[in-house]
């Protein structure tokens, strides 16, 4: 089992739900207007001087065949996005236990 948080530009939310429903995710918790700053990438705090937000899905995979397929639209999406700082990143860690 494996845990994945999805973080992306809050003005993806409807290409990441669309993400989602095709690799069979209708499962999921959110965070939107998160302020973060990743590794080359620019601040995204929803000020003036670096506006926008993100959002982040916390997603729980009992299958990993469905996150191998999410992990692959979003490499896809990607691979469309010109600005490199409105990649949708997708973080993997192990999960031991859903109760």
Known sequence: MKIAFVI??????????????????????????????GHDTLPHLGTRTFPGYNSVRMIAFEDEDRLECLIDLIIQLNST???????????????????
């Open 81 to 99: 996005i010109p600005v490199k700082d409105d990649y949708v990143r997708l973080f993997q860690i192990p999960l031991e236990r859903i109760i």
């Open 8 to 37: 992306y530009r809050d003005v993806l939310e409807d290409r990441l739900s669309s993400l989602l429903e095709r690799a069979g995710v209708d499962f999921f918790t959110e965070w939107e207007n998160v302020k973060g700053k």
